[in-house]
């Protein structure tokens, strides 16, 4: 916390965000000013301020000293509240040997690490716990998950991650979690509302990253809810988390070109994360291009092919059973899967494999540092872009 003469910027009915400098109106749901505390609504904050400032300085305080003693980090740089003014924090994380050639991390547009790969947790289901607990176990410390019931289990991924930092003594601030905002939950007062039920789902007092999920309620997505806001809203309300030190890194899934560049005139925060759909047969280069151009790190989903299924019983995942990508596996004694993530990989772009296979699991984090994809390989692959085998 950085207290001083403060001023309620944001409310929601779990927390207070307060600010050490005056509010500029620019209408009725936006605010400048830089916010330093979060403050439980149940506390009356008139009377409450002054004793919560005394005693959130000597908690701080005591804090830094612990933090800084096991992290080797200066006495004053906190961990899991990086902001865009301050040192980026090398965050201590499982390195297994791998080809030099590859990058565990990138480091987004704010000083933040991100590892490049993550475990996604969609279409888990009732199986979330077990395989997040097996992914952690074989090495993975990123995981991504999101709100939206329909595809996602976070109640199970928060039990896991519980379960596992505690049983193996590993602090949160080894791990980098990310959620994202359903669009039925957009608008500045709701989308702060569901991210405080997130931080209670994932058992964490912050998160690495925070996504809006879809820019809009698409066909039936948000059924017959109808939002308080658009993505605009939810946007000034995840600047708020990330300057309150809740979110460290903010960006969006499922953005196109156009809505990209609407949101980087409305930011006030830059965004350092783009998620959407990239594998072999729907590259995206377009959108990759732009988000690279203007320093935003793109993450990968469904990159080995799942999002075919949707389409129809035809083109049933032709990535994994594309016969170049077969070629390529077979002659470096490799999976396709496998190959399909290197490929991503030397892109600088970030995967997120699911599976609740160990083995897989296994390939998917430690089998793909161990070989490279030569140019012509690259070649083949970057030809598959718009065609489907016939």
Not at 198 to 204: A, E, G, K, P, V
Not at 302 to 319: A, F, K, Y
Not at 360 to 366: F, I, N, T
Request: hydrophobic share 40%; proline share 6%.
């Amino acid at each position: 916390f950085l207290l001083g003469p403060g001023r309620l910027c944001v409310c929601n009915s779990h927390f207070f965000i307060i600010s050490t400098e005056d509010k500029t109106e620019r209408g009725h749901s936006d605010h400048e000013g830089k916010i330093s505390a979060v403050v439980p609504k149940h506390m009356k904050y008139p009377k409450l301020v002054p004793a919560l400032c005394v005693i959130a300085v000597f908690i701080t305080a005591a804090r830094l000293v612990y933090f800084s003693a096991w992290s080797n980090l200066p006495f004053g740089i906190e961990g899991p509240s990086e902001s865009l003014n301050r040192s980026p924090q090398t965050a201590r994380s499982f390195q297994p040997k791998h080809s030099p050639a590859l990058q565990d991390s990138a480091k987004l547009n704010n000083g933040v690490l991100m590892p490049l790969i993550g475990f996604g947790t969609a279409g888990l289901g009732g199986n979330s716990l077990q395989a997040v607990q097996s992914a952690l176990d074989i090495g993975f410390r990123h995981i991504d998950t999101a709100q939206a019931r329909e595809w996602y289990r976070e109640d199970l991924v928060g039990a896991a991650l519980a379960t596992w930092l505690k049983d193996n003594g590993i602090p949160r601030e080894n791990l980098f979690l990310t959620t994202k905002i359903h669009p039925r939950h957009f608008g500045r007062t709701t989308t702060l509302d569901v991210f405080a039920n997130s931080l209670s789902d994932l058992h964490t007092m912050y998160l690495d990253l925070v996504l809006l999920h879809y820019p809009y309620c698409w066909g039936n997505l948000c059924g017959s809810i109808q939002p308080e806001g658009s993505w605009r809203d939810a946007w000034r309300a995840l600047e708020d988390l990330h300057t309150a030190g809740k979110a460290r890194a903010i960006g969006v899934s499922n953005f196109n070109t156009a809505e990209m560049r609407k949101l980087l005139e409305h930011a006030e925060v830059m965004p350092q994360v783009l998620q959407i759909h990239i594998d072999p047969l729907a590259q995206n280069r377009q959108l990759m291009k732009f988000s690279q151009e203007e320093g935003i790190q793109v993450e990968a989903y469904s990159s080995l092919g799942t999002q075919w299924g949707l389409v129809g019983p035809d083109h049933h995942n032709p990535v994994l059973s594309h016969p170049v990508l077969q070629e390529i596996a077979r002659e470096l004694n490799r999976t396709v899967a496998q190959v399909v993530l290197r490929w991503l990989l030397q892109l600088k772009v970030a995967v997120i494999p699911r599976s609740t296979n160990a083995t897989h699991q296994r390939e998917a984090l430690l089998g793909v540092k161990e070989f490279e994809l030569q140019p012509r390989h690259m070649e083949a692959i970057s030809a598959l872009d718009g065609t489907l085998p016939k």
